[in-house]
């Protein structure tokens, strides 16, 4: 396979605040391919957005460190100077947020806004950029799209103004889309309308593109590989059809079942992944997920997981201290409806708080100083 | 829009009438000297006082007189006369409106051009040392009485009293149409002492605003589109940071033309401010009454006219 | 009452100062206000009189806070007005700025004759005298000034359009102007008096009312209410070596030369070729550029600190003037002041040295010891700067045990008053609100209960001006003060005290001092001339002072500056600079 469009390697990401040094993104690596579609994956706070914008260089400033390798066609983004890093920026490499309305200038109509994009990385004229940017409207579905140039962004509906932000994204035929949370902000059918608009593009105008999301179903359909990233860190990557039919992080888990879908029975309550993200400022030691996992042991809370591939499952790679098999028959009853203290004490034999006492006291305990919130016992 | 403008306009009518009523209710109620009296000079006899009274017709009861008063302005556009210099209150106004468009111009371009850079310079410098000072200045600036700089400038730079003798000092305005030169020289000096505490607060201002408007979304926007940071900053974040700015100028535009007081006074400008200050220390009601009223007008039309800017600056705002 | 400055703003505005001198680092270190009664104008200061190495040419700048008021020489009596008419009109004498002593015949030729019975007095006019106008008026501009002309100064005072508060009272005319003057021929006036008042009236004709003013010119301004004669002072007929060439009311004046003034007519110098007047200047910074600057004198009052510092630091540039005096007045018809051992027992408790400083201290006055002031003919036969010597008014600082005494003559055995509350009128602003302050405390001390009602400043002349608010009801004036209209003891005592002359309003009687005696005794005095007139005179101030009249306990000094380069000479009846004799070294 020829070299990747972007290949992110061991990036690292800390900013510097008041009240300590926050490691937003600790040591991922992701690969995009040209024309594919990536799905990352994770709470906020994760540390996805973060590292987007790093690769789109937009994250830089006096209190921020970051270190690792962001190749894209070979070149190191993060080496770039800020005027060359800014003609990538919305013309090789471009990006969509999640609230329309807000990523839009309130005073300036969207035509002015589009020529603008157009105008910062091609030499032609203001008519030509209108032109051209009527075009764009009209490829990402805007009726009437020369009157609505001189609409305001708050004239449009949400739905037509994240296709508006698009359009000013495909102004210069980028070679990489990321977006970012692009449906969180919309109503569920306008933002099944808006993927499908995506997924149109990518293969109309051949681009790659990272979709960023804290929902798997978002990605489901669109992506076709998945990474999920907890509290900085990857801890599971795989071909998306691998993903759903075979997760095998508990924090994927845990997302999985979060998840709406139409084949759950009537009734069954979904499940939300208990406690919350930890601080970034003093991470959990060990596996950063432990606090949270239902299936964790004291030794977990002390062992760092590499992210490692799947046994049998090419291109499927997780960061989990359980035994393979161990995960497996987790899923499977997870999957059967289980609820996750009766799978483990079936499947592993022990409770949490079982597991975790010995041992775990002072660990514990700085876990949970490190994490408040969190418990011991999540149902 | 055009209902909208029209219906600001009556009501700008009838809210000017209200600050005639309440000034006259207020100058004639309360107890001070009586006017025929100061009129009639030394010792005057009762007759006289009491014709002078006729002819001022303060003899009538003052519903009448109000009246009298009003028809006059709305009829003639005439204000009366002045007890005190015994001249006309409209000329005298009206002599005087160009000495304090002008301190109130000028100074509006000065503190504009110093305060809105600083600004800017400090927002996106945010917690630089040279953030640091202009905020340090600006303070300074903020709480220096405008009298007490004004005193300090001449000291300073008065061409007469001045250590380094650089401008004219006071006393020397001289009306534009008359020796644009001079004019200009003449108004440095105070254009700097009343802009100084604006700049500051429009420095302020801006700042705080533009620190806001440039965590906005749309701001990552912008730079996600490549722009150039100049214009990530001036065409995206000044835009929307200073609409808030604009309505208050426009405010204090309408404020300032009612009479710039403590300046017009230290640089001897004669503006309508030093007028109506004279004619307050002397109870002098016609001038009085005259300045409320143009200074609540200079106001009224102020408000108006920020609020139909309002509108054009920010597209998501509709009168009807 | 000639008007001077209203004090009350300045002061406001000269607590600024001080934080400006600080600022910029200079001392106003000021020791020479600290002790006593330095009598009116010592040698060490500008002595500001005319002298013969004067030079001609220049122009002079004169800024000024306050804003002229009337220039309409029929109208005009505010200390401002007074020092432009004076330098543009020739009224029929004048007072020499060295003497005020004696008036020099202007318009007249030679002395007043008045008759035997005091009822008539005769002016000759001098020749040749012409108008000057701005803009060439036919029939006006060049011709010559008749007696008609000063006869129409007065009949003009009967039209609405041109109030005037001093006909009726320095010119008993029999009959009114129309009947009481007459012409025999151009350059004669006869003024039929209505009373033998000749003496007093003779002295009064230094007054701006007998500028000429020619009806074929004016009756046109008199018409009309406000008269154009007064609100465009550029289009006036003018008689003296300048003319108001432009006016901006509050903002400026310019004279220039008179071209119709002939020189050899006058006694007048008129040394500048031009005067540049601007008002609406800040006191402090106005100051600062006379004492600092060139070809500039101030028009109007300086601001306190000033005063202090010229004096320390620029005694060639400053000058002191004695101008009118200051007193309390207690409500002589009402009780308990109408008993004149309480009025006593008041004035001897009085701290007078604590009032004068809270005025501004020694250089901007002396304590009083009687009424009229230093310098005016009757106040070295009164007394002096020492006074008639009553034991009440001994002790500057005041004297309790005194009072008590005076107290318990008055029956009060205690020595303390123990009647009802008594209500006290004054100014609300500072200097004058501070020295009203000291009168409460004194008052107080004797035990009254003192009610204050602390007002605005005119509103504070407005009522204690009005018979009817003040007879049962107030009992005492805290700061009224007193400018003689011209340089004569009538000027300064008759309308103030005696009996005849309350009027209901604008009475200037505030005590409502009425004593059949002393009354008689003025009407009396009214009719003398020379040592005679400033004995009697001397005589009545003892005993308005003996009787308590009202109390005495200021007379001012006006502090005038000029800038290095100029020679400023000192009017001293109007305690301003001549302008006609000021000149530019």
Known sequence: MSEPLLAVEDLRVRFHTEDGVVGAVDGISYTVERGKVLGIVGESGSGKSVSSLTVMGLSRGSNTDISGRALFEGRDLLTLGSDEMRRVRGNDIAMIFQDPLSSLHPFYKVGKQLVEAIRAHQDVSKEAARTRAAELLALVGIPDPRGRLDNYPHEFSGGMRQRVMIAMALANDPKLLIADEPTTALDVTVQAQILELIGRLREELGMAVIIITHDLGVVAETADEIAVMYAGQIVERAPTDRLFAAPEHPYTWGLLRSIPRLDTPRGEQLVPIAGRPPSLISPPSGCRFHPRCPYARARHAEVVPPLEPVPEDPGHEVACLLEPPTRRALWAALRDGAAPEDARSRIMGDTRAEAMAPVAQPVAAAAESAAPGTTENPT | MLRYIIRRLLWMVVLLFLVSLVTFVIFYLLPSADPAVMRAGRQGSPELIERIRHTLGLDKPWPVQYYEYMKAVVLHFDFGYSYQNNSDVREQITSRLPATISLTLGSVILWLSVGLPIGIISAIRRRSRLDRLAMGGALLAISAPVYWLGLVLLYLFANDIGVIKLFPGAGSYEPLTENPGKWFGSLILPWMALAAAFAAFYARMLRSNLIEAMSEDYIRTARAKGLPEWRVVLGHGVRAAITPIVTVLGLDIGILLGGAILTESVFNVPGVGRLAYDAIQHADLPVIQGTVLFGAFFIIVANLVVDIMYAFLDPRVRYT | MRKSLSLAVLAVLAGVLLMALAACGSDSNDK??????????????????????????????????????????????????????????????????????????????????????????????????????????????????????????????????????????????????????????????????????????????????????????????????????????????????????????????????????????????????????????????????????????????????????????????????????????????????????????????????????????????????????????????????????????????????????????????????????????????????????????????????????????????????????????????????????????????????????????????????????????????????????????????????????????????????????????????????????????
Request: glycine share 8%; charged share 25%; proline share 6%.
């Open chain 3, 32 to 585: 020479s206000s600290s002790n006593g009664s330095s009598s009116g104008n010592g040698s060490e200061f500008n002595a500001a009189l005319p002298a013969s190495d004067q030079k001609k040419g220049g122009t002079l700048t004169v800024p000024s806070v306050e804003s002229f008021q009337h220039l309409d020489p029929g109208q005009a009596y505010f200390q401002l007005d007074y020092m432009v008419d004076y330098a543009v009109h020739r009224s029929l004498y004048y007072y020499k700025p060295d003497n005020s002593e004696t008036a020099v015949p202007d318009l007249a030729d030679g002395d007043p004759q008045v008759s035997k019975d005091g009822k008539t007095v005769t002016v000759k006019l001098k020749k040749g005298i012409k108008y000057g106008t701005n803009k060439n008026v036919p029939g006006v501009t060049g011709s010559e000034v008749k007696a008609a002309d000063v006869k129409y100064s007065f009949e003009r005072t009967s039209k609405p359009s041109v109030p005037n508060g001093y006909v009726s009272v320095y010119f008993p005319f029999e009959g009114g102007p129309s009947k009481g003057i007459e012409t025999p021929d151009d350059h004669t006036l006869v003024f039929h008096l209505a009373k033998p008042f000749g003496a007093t009236m003779a002295k009064a004709l230094v007054m701006p009312i007998t500028m000429p003013i020619p009806e074929r010119y004016a009756k046109k301004f008199d018409a009309d209410t406000p008269n154009r004669y007064d609100t465009h002072p550029d289009e006036q007929a003018f008689t003296g070596p300048y003319m108001i060439q432009s006016y901006s009311a509050g903002k400026s004046l310019t004279l220039v030369r008179n071209p119709n003034w002939d020189g050899a007519t006058d006694t007048r110098p008129a040394y500048v070729d031009k005067i540049v007047w601007k008002m609406g200047a800040d006191p402090t910074v106005r100051d600062r550029q006379v004492l600092d600057g060139q070809n500039m004198v101030n028009g109007d009052t300086l601001a306190g600190p000033t005063v202090k510092r010229a004096a320390t630091g620029a005694k060639d540039q400053i000058s002191f003037s004695p101008l009118g005096n200051r007193y309390v007045s207690l409500n002589t018809q009402k009780k308990p002041f109408s008993d004149v051992n309480v009025r006593k027992a008041v004035a001897a408790v009085l701290d007078r040295r604590a009032m004068q400083l809270a005025r501004g201290g020694a250089l901007v006055g002396d304590v009083a010891t009687h009424f009229l002031p230093p310098g005016l003919p009757g106040f070295e036969e009164a007394g002096g700067m020492e006074g008639p010597g009553f034991d009440f008014l001994k002790n500057q600082s005041g004297d309790l045990k005194v009072a008590q005494d005076y107290m318990k003559k008055a029956g009060y055995s205690s020595g303390k008053y123990n009647g009802p509350q008594i209500v006290m009128y004054g100014d609300n602003a500072s200097p004058a609100k501070d020295t009203t302050l000291v009168v409460q405390r004194g008052l107080e001390q004797l035990g009254f209960k003192v009610k204050f009602n602390q007002v605005e400043h005119s509103a504070f002349y407005d009522t204690c001006q009005t018979v009817a608010k003040v007879k049962d009801k107030i009992d005492v004036c805290a700061n009224p003060g007193w400018l003689p209209d011209f340089f004569d003891p009538y000027a300064m005592l008759n309308a103030v005290f005696n009996g005849e002359a309350i009027v209901p309003q604008n009475n200037v009687n505030m005590s409502l001092f009425d004593d059949k005696k002393i009354n008689a005794e003025m009407d009396r005095a009214a009719e003398l001339t020379g040592a005679e007139r400033a004995k009697a005179w001397g005589e009545i101030d003892k005993q308005l002072t003996e009787q308590v009249a009202s109390i005495p306990w200021f007379w001012d000094k006006q502090a005038n500056l000029q800038a290095k380069n100029v020679h400023g000479v000192i009017a001293k009846w109007n305690a301003a600079w001549d302008l006609s004799w000021t000149s530019i070294k």
